[in-house]
């Protein structure tokens, strides 16, 4: 246990369906992030949220929405999605964004399938 | 660019010792982590080493050249449970990880 919840678990959904994933941390932390994990390829960081303000977006195509109502929780909101969004969707969080306080803590991640 | 290597798998038998490598190009270095990811779960964090010089944590040390861009993880008396896939990750003068896309460690009894 991390102290970082994700769900669901497992995700089915089709391309014209709408769908969240839902992240939570215990940890007190300040930061959280989304990251896309494909089969043999590097963590790919998505979004960065610290004291609930974004502070990155990677490039990442409009039909993924983050959502940080609080430094507890993070949400993706999903719309649209094409076949190669399947992936392994993984949140994290850290203490902070800075040179001491970068250690991430993450969560187990949800399995999507895109049909 | 910014660019983190590893092999993509290796396979060792149990008690023996292995060496994952890792070498990485930054925009500025701030760090490098290593993380444990058995499947189906979370990476777990195992190490950070922003200076030269290794550091030893119980069967696992882990191992850096600023000056090479290098570092490797070493585990010692290796067991069923060390099959997993490790991630070596840098940290570059933004403070943003670059990750590597892991290397999938294999143990044979």
């Known amino acids: 246990e991390t102290g970082v919840t994700q769900t669901p678990r497992h995700l089915v959904m089709g391309m014209t369906n709408k769908k969240s994933l839902k992240c939570e941390q215990h940890?007190?932390?300040?930061?959280m992030y989304w990251y896309k994990q494909s089969a043999k390829k590097p963590l790919e960081l998505m979004f960065v949220y610290n004291f609930k303000e974004q502070t990155e977006n990677n490039s990442v195509p409009s039909r993924f929405s983050p959502e940080c109502p609080n430094s507890s929780h993070l949400f993706l909101h999903l719309h649209t999605l094409q076949p190669e969004d399947s992936a392994l969707y993984l949140c994290?969080?850290?203490?902070?964004?800075?040179?001491?306080?970068?250690?991430?803590?993450f969560g187990p991640g949800t399995r999507l399938t895109v049909l | 660019g910014q660019n983190i290597d590893q092999p993509t798998e290796m396979t060792a038998t149990e008690g023996a010792i292995v060496q994952i490598n890792c070498t990485y190009q930054t925009s500025g270095f701030n760090g490098l982590f290593w993380y444990q990811q058995h499947a189906g779960e979370a990476p777990t964090f195992l190490s950070y080493?922003?200076l030269d010089g290794l550091e030893e944590k119980g069967r696992f040390s882990s191992f850096l050249s600023r000056s090479k861009g290098y570092s490797y993880l070493l585990l010692k008396e290796l067991q069923m449970k060390d099959s997993a896939s490790y991630l070596c990750a840098a940290m570059d003068s933004n403070y943003q990880l670059i990750w590597g896309a892991g290397t999938k460690l294999i143990i044979k009894p």
């Open positions: 994290a969080s850290s203490q902070g964004t800075g040179l001491y306080d970068n250690e991430q803590f």
């Open positions: 940890l007190g932390h300040n930061a």
């Open positions: 080493n922003v």
